[in-house]
């Protein structure tokens, strides 16, 4: 990736740096153009929230990292076109450290977008990686997106699916199936934040490097502390706490 016109002592490096791997994205056909619109979105949180890992999200990661590693090789990261963009290293990590699978899946699927993803992932060490052409022959019922066709060796089968940057549907659709559903989604207010059981209200660029982290951290936790961890866990209350942030962030 080249990116030179963003001068590093610029204020807004970091954001304007994001973006630029957003665009990249879309010109290598891995993000939408509705994905950048998506990101536009999100931003608008990220301004709100401070554009930091507030305390709350750093209660759901936490969350989220037991969650994984509780599942036992049943979970499933699942991969749109913006985290292929932003944070593909950190997928294959995640991936590695608590055994979950990676499966892509879009919601503007096309087979172009999907072999394109999956070897970005495969660039950054991701091996098998699921729901892919003829492999997401599986459906979950009651939803019409093109969300719904997952590999029936991944999504389909697993107890416990992480989604970030989600629509709501599939979201409410997974939890009806019984999994566990994990996002990260930078408003609160999101059908999806509120259908997911550990929401993380955060920027996935900071999310995912910290969510990898602590997830090596719990590594080795014996299973009644990590399922404590969760138990713990209160989405309706972190959430409530991530719009109390964003109401008393201003002037
Ligand atoms: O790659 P595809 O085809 O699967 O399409 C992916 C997009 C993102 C276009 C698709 O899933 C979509 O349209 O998503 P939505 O319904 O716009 O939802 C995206 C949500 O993610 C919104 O609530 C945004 O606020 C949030 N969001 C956007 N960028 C970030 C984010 N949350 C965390 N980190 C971000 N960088």
Same mark, same amino acid.
Do not use: W
């Given at each position: 990736?080249?990116?030179?016109?963003?001068?590093?002592?610029?204020?807004?490096?970091?954001?304007?740096?994001?973006?630029?791997?957003?665009?990249?994205?879309?010109?290598?056909?891995?993000?939408?153009?509705?994905?950048?619109?998506?990101?536009?979105?999100?931003?608008?949180?990220?301004?709100?929230?401070?554009?930091?890992?507030?305390?709350?999200?750093?209660?759901?990661?936490?969350?989220?990292?037991?969650?994984?590693?509780?599942?036992?090789?049943?979970?499933?990261?699942?991969?749109?076109?913006?985290?292929?963009?932003?944070?593909?290293?950190?997928?294959?990590?995640?991936?590695?450290?608590?055994?979950?699978?990676?499966?892509?899946?879009?919601?503007?699927?096309?087979?172009?977008?999907?072999?394109?993803?999956?070897?970005?992932?495969?660039?950054?060490?991701?091996?098998?990686?699921?729901?892919?052409?003829?492999?997401?022959?599986?459906?979950?019922?009651?939803?019409?997106?093109?969300?719904?066709?997952?590999?029936?060796?991944?999504?389909?089968?697993?107890?416990?699916?992480?989604?970030?940057?989600?629509?709501?549907?599939?979201?409410?659709?997974?939890?009806?199936?019984?999994?566990?559903?994990?996002?990260?989604?930078?408003?609160?207010?999101?059908?999806?934040?509120?259908?997911?059981?550990?929401?993380?209200?955060?920027?996935? &660029? #900071? @999310?995912?490097?910290?969510?990898?982290?602590? =997830? %090596?951290? +719990? !590594?080795?936790?014996?299973?009644?502390? *990590?399922?404590?961890? &969760? #138990? @713990?866990?209160?989405?309706?209350?972190?959430? =409530? %706490?991530? +719009? !109390?942030?964003?109401?008393?962030?201003? *002037?």
């Amino acid at each position: 990736m080249t990116i030179t016109t963003i001068p590093a002592d610029h204020p807004r490096a970091k954001s304007l740096h994001t973006r630029e791997m957003l665009v990249d994205g879309f010109k290598r056909n891995l993000v939408v153009a509705e994905g950048l619109i998506a990101h536009g979105r999100g931003e608008a949180f990220d301004y709100l929230i401070g554009e930091r890992t507030s305390a709350a999200a750093k209660k759901a990661i936490r969350a989220a990292a037991a969650a994984l590693l509780l599942s036992n090789k049943k979970a499933v990261l699942s991969v749109n076109g913006n985290a292929a963009a932003l944070c593909p290293k950190e997928i294959v990590e995640l991936s590695k450290i608590t055994g979950a699978a990676i499966e892509v899946n879009l919601f503007y699927r096309t087979e172009e977008r999907e072999y394109a993803i999956k070897a970005e992932l495969e660039k950054h060490g991701a091996r098998n990686v699921l729901g892919v052409g003829p492999r997401a022959s599986a459906k979950i019922p009651e939803l019409s997106s093109e969300r719904r066709r997952v590999d029936p060796d991944g999504i389909f089968s697993a107890d416990t699916v992480f989604v970030p940057l989600e629509d709501g549907d599939r979201t409410e659709a997974l939890a009806r199936m019984g999994k566990t559903v994990i996002t990260v989604d930078l408003n609160p207010l999101s059908r999806t934040a509120k259908a997911a059981h550990v929401t993380m209200v955060d920027n996935l &660029v #900071r @999310a995912m490097p910290a969510l990898v982290q602590e =997830a %090596q951290a +719990l !590594k080795g936790k014996d299973a009644k502390s *990590l399922e404590r961890m &969760v #138990r @713990a866990f209160d989405n309706k209350k972190n959430l =409530a %706490q991530s +719009l !109390k942030k964003i109401r008393g962030g201003a *002037l």
